[in-house]
């Protein structure tokens, strides 16, 4: 199955649920036309780039149990995935996380994952599990560096000495929480989350929905996986259902 949802981008852009978003523009009536037309490149090349350009391109990404997808996912776009329990979902970010055999065509800004190690892609495109691992007794040792990670842990409720907390001092919920903000730390251009805030109370799923809110306003893209379909309503730009191993796009209703 193929989805056509991937963008283009010309005097306009075209977004992904069809519709045309006007570009900035600034006074036209008194330039040339061939400046007219080149400043309308500019604009929409500069456009595409801030608010929708495609960053990740999977074709007929397919596994022993995934039917062969295809989909893209935008700089500065968050698409939610929903599916029963045992569909798919999981599978389907390992997959594009190269961390589980799988044939198919993924590309990040145009370049090929089978040119690239495994590590650095899976750098660039930072996969969460719903259960993190950690290796060392505290969790200051899990950082290069504690103090860039403040802003995050702050904004997810945490304080600063967490990071003199040994491990086994977490609850399940700081656990994710810490372990979201490690991914963050490497500056992912993709992230790739797994039930994020399944046990988290209603006040840090607020704070963590607004801080991955933050990141995609500044251009980072996300593929969460989430059975609650308010909350893929409040977080995502489109929706895509995997059902007993096939993915499709449809609307967020």
């Given at each position: 199955m193929r989805s056509s949802i991937a963008g283009s981008a010309s005097h306009r852009l075209i977004v992904s649920n069809g519709s045309e978003r006007q570009l900035p523009g600034g006074k036209l009536k008194d330039r040339p036309p061939n400046a007219v037309v080149t400043m309308a490149a500019s604009q929409a090349g500069l456009a595409a780039f801030q608010a929708g350009a495609s960053l990740l391109q999977v074709r007929d990404l397919r596994t022993h149990i995934?039917?062969?997808?295809?989909?893209?996912?935008?700089?500065?776009?968050?698409?939610a995935v929903r599916g029963p329990s045992g569909a798919g979902k999981t599978l389907l970010l390992r997959a594009i996380?190269?961390?589980?055999?799988?044939?198919?065509?993924?590309?990040?800004?145009?370049?090929?994952r089978s040119t690239m190690a495994g590590p650095e892609w899976r750098r660039l495109v930072g996969y969460v599990p719903a259960e993190p691992g950690w290796w060392a007794d505290t969790v200051g040792e899990h950082f290069g560096e504690w103090a860039p990670a403040l802003p995050f842990v702050r904004d997810l409720g945490l304080p600063e000495e967490t990071s003199a907390w040994p491990?086994?001092?977490?609850?399940?919920?700081?656990?994710?929480?810490?372990?979201?903000?490690?991914?963050?730390?490497?500056?992912?251009?993709?992230?790739?989350?797994?039930?994020?805030?399944?046990?988290?109370?209603?006040?840090?799923?607020?704070?963590?929905?607004?801080?991955?809110?933050?990141?995609?306003?500044?251009?980072?893209?996300?593929?969460?996986?989430?059975?609650?379909?308010?909350?893929?309503?409040?977080?995502?730009?489109?929706?895509l259902v995997v059902e007993a191993g096939q993915i499709r796009e449809e609307a967020l209703e």
């Open positions: 995934l039917k062969p997808a295809s989909f893209s996912l935008s700089t500065g776009e968050c698409v996380a190269d961390l589980d055999p799988n044939e198919g065509l993924v590309t990040l800004a145009g370049r090929d491990i086994t001092r977490l609850s399940t919920g700081e656990r994710l929480r810490l372990a979201h903000v490690r991914a963050l730390m490497v500056r992912p251009k993709v992230l790739l989350l797994d039930e994020p805030t399944a046990a988290l109370d209603a006040t840090s799923v607020a704070a963590f929905e607004s801080l991955i809110d933050g990141r995609v306003q500044a251009g980072l893209a996300v593929l969460w996986v989430t059975h609650d379909a308010e909350q893929a309503k409040r977080v995502a730009h489109r929706l």
